[in-house]
């Protein structure tokens, strides 16, 4: 029989991360066509359809589904293995994959990667952000990072940042002309900025107050997926918006943005990196950890 080899494996696995057979052939150096010859060729000799097709997407069949389940975390101990054969005790090298949320990519690499890099540098780091939720192992990921509480409970989590507050915000000018609202309802009378989900919906804002819990459908004069987005259409004085304490500092500090029903926003637990705990932890990863507590980036 034959056995399929360690390059097709890659090049499915790669096809899953970015979606596309051109964007696989991007991140592993080869040609598109090298690319669809290899899944072609495993297809064939597996007798059965990994993907589905179309012009516009490639999407998992439900046997490619299967069968990225089994040889995901497979592959991920290949490449462990070959890590850590090939690293230094004292200076780890190899590959770092990491699964991070839209918009973090910003705190994330400034305040970490960037350093990890210059410090290591025999380590390369691929951060796909992304979304949705996915099974970290079964896609090839060493980590991934999201809010504490969507981390699944059988990882292993390291806390980023510190907890973080959801905050009502405008311009001072913005409020000047429609009012400072004096209680959650009276933000249904304003123009809001609003927050598109990964289901499609646009996202509730939920203020809590002793006990209180409301969740808000502000009206969104524009709506986006992209937070940074929604920040400078909050500066502009487009509307108000419910933007994370941590992404605007400096314009509470300056006082180009204005913060108000302050009493309505509690913390949560902020962001993890997270990873599993029942396997080898390759020492790329083991370094990163070792950073963020080093930073202290743990406290909060």
Do not use: C
Not at 9 to 19: H, P, S
Not at 22 to 27: G, I, L, M, Y
Not at 68 to 96: C, F, K, N, W
């Amino acid at each position: 029989m034959h056995r399929s080899g360690l390059t097709e494996l890659e090049v499915v696995m790669a096809v899953v991360r970015r979606g596309s057979f051109r964007a696989a052939a991007q991140e592993l150096g080869m040609s598109a066509t090298a690319v669809s010859n290899a899944i072609a060729g495993l297809e064939n000799r597996l007798q059965t359809r990994l993907f589905n097709r179309t012009t516009r997407s490639v999407g998992l069949t439900d046997a490619g589904q299967r069968y990225v389940a089994r040889i995901g975390p497979a592959l991920q101990e290949i490449r462990q293995a070959d890590e850590e054969i090939h690293s230094d005790t004292d200076e780890p090298a190899g590959t770092l994959r990491l699964n991070v949320p839209n918009n973090v990519g910003t705190l994330f690499l400034d305040a970490l990667l960037i350093d990890y890099m210059i410090r290591y540098p025999k380590m390369r780091v691929e951060a796909v952000s992304e979304a949705r939720m996915i099974d970290i192992v079964a896609e090839g990921y060493d980590a991934g990072v999201r809010l504490a509480e969507s981390v699944p409970q059988d990882m292993i989590a390291v806390p980023l940042t510190p907890d973080i507050r959801q905050l009502v915000t405008a311009t001072p000018d913005y409020f000047a002309r429609y009012g400072i609202p004096q209680t959650p309802d009276d933000l249904l009378h304003h123009q809001g900025i609003g927050m598109r989900m990964a289901h499609g919906g646009i996202y509730r804002w939920e203020l809590a107050r002793r006990g209180e819990q409301i969740a808000l459908a502000v009206p969104p004069r524009f709506a986006t997926s992209d937070l940074f987005a929604s920040i400078r259409a909050v500066k502009a004085g487009l509307g108000v918006g419910f933007l994370p304490e941590l992404y605007i500092q400096q314009e509470l500090e300056s006082g180009e943005l204005v913060s108000v029903l302050e009493e309505w926003s509690q913390p949560f637990a902020g962001l993890r990196l997270y990873y599993p705990g029942h396997r080898h932890v390759p020492p790329g990863l083991r370094a990163l950890v070792a950073m963020i507590r080093e930073r202290g980036l743990t406290r909060g």
